[in-house]
């Protein structure tokens, strides 16, 4: 193996060299790097609100003098992990221990937080071995003062049905008819896959489109957290060794929509997204490509559709299953350690959401 081969990572459902690109083309007021024990790790201002609990956070900005204070709860912070990868991609090989003496010496002491983010919490797209690492991480955590928050629900599904008639047959009656009537768009799109890599990501025009739609996404998002770059997606797009497929859908000359899915280990792994705005809303694209992304895995012999973190309301309605991650966050102050505790639970929004719709 040559010595730029991608490195193998624990925890990683992606393509080995997908956190690479991530280090080589940070997003926006990212400083991203490899730590000494090959771990990728970014420091940024973080927000403490970014991840609160919806109904506080309203709240929180309707008090007097908001924008004033509220620049307290920017700190400056350093995670271990990545926001390209759907959990934390620590390096093989290494024991628990070493991981958590390496987060507490190498960068604890020059942040406000240190956070381990997106370890997995019985992952049912993991190996058995990695889940039990991050149980023996996340126990050794606990024990030297970290503070468990959960993290984000990531949705899924898995390719157990025959075909989408089946798949449709396991919604309620009404989202399922919801789901049809939206459907009957589809004879308005016509729809294209390209694999990445392809010649025409190389054109710049293109690649400009298609961030504009990115971009269009974004400004949309409740969550806005990590901005990724041009550069990445042009990385990305023609990276020579990640396998995975763009959906394009246009409506005529235009294109209005599309989807970079990742595949690996017989997953397809639903990345980014692009809409054209109100066109994509008129035409339905979220729930069809939702379809389209699930008779895309079904038609190529794939087991599992991950479908990501957004809109777990939304995913949970078209059929999806969710698994939990779990941060590990360090507060360098004991004072600050002691009243962010306690408080932890403002700050596990999807798990809140997703057991109060139960």
């Not at 990728?40 to 609990?53: A, G, Q, R």
């Not at 269009?216 to 901005?227: G, K, N």
């Not at 705005?277 to 389209?292: F, H």
Request: proline fraction near 6%.
């Amino acid at each position: 193996m040559s010595s730029n081969a991608p490195v193998a990572f624990r925890n990683l459902p992606e393509p080995s060299a997908l956190p690479g690109l991530f280090v080589q083309h940070p997003p926006q007021d990212f400083a991203c790097r490899s730590d000494r024990l090959g771990l990728p790790v970014f420091t940024t201002s973080f927000d403490l609100l970014t991840t609160l609990e919806p109904t506080a956070r309203r709240r929180l900005t309707k008090l007097p003098l908001f924008r004033a204070w509220s620049r307290l709860l920017r700190l400056h912070t350093c995670f271990a992990g990545t926001t390209i990868t759907e959990y934390a991609p620590l390096p093989p090989n290494l024991a628990p221990e070493a991981v958590i003496d390496n987060l507490l010496s190498e960068h604890a002491a020059g942040h406000t937080l240190t956070i381990l983010k997106d370890l997995p919490n019985g992952s049912p797209l993991l190996p058995e071995e990695d889940n039990a690492f991050a149980d023996r991480l996340a126990a050794l955590a606990a024990g030297r003062g970290f503070i468990e928050v959960e993290g984000q629900a990531l949705a899924y599904v898995r390719i157990d049905f025959a075909d989408s008639g089946e798949y449709l047959g396991r919604l309620s009656s009404g989202r399922r008819k919801d789901v049809r009537r939206k459907l009957k768009k589809r004879s308005a799109l016509q729809v294209e896959t390209v694999r990445l890599g392809d010649g025409r990501f190389v054109d710049p025009t293109f690649l400009e489109e298609m961030y504009a739609m990115y971009l269009d996404v974004f400004a949309q998002s409740e969550i806005q957290f990590d901005l990724l770059s041009l550069e990445f997606f042009s990385a990305l797009l023609q990276h020579p060794e990640i396998e995975g497929v763009v959906f394009l859908y246009r409506h005529g000359q235009q294109l209005a929509g599309y989807n970079i899915c990742l595949i690996q280990n017989g997953m397809l792994i639903d990345k980014y997204v692009g809409f054209t705005y109100p066109l994509a809303r008129e035409l339905n694209l979220y729930c069809i490509s939702w379809m389209e992304n699930l008779e895309f895995a079904l038609g190529n012999g794939l087991h599992t559709y991950i479908a990501g973190w957004t809109d777990p309301l939304v995913k949970a309605s078209l059929g999806a299953s969710f698994t939990f991650t779990r941060h590990l966050v360090w507060v360098r102050n004991p004072l600050l350690r002691s009243i962010l505790r306690p408080l932890r639970r403002f700050f596990e929004s999807d798990g809140q959401m997703m057991r109060g719709a139960a």
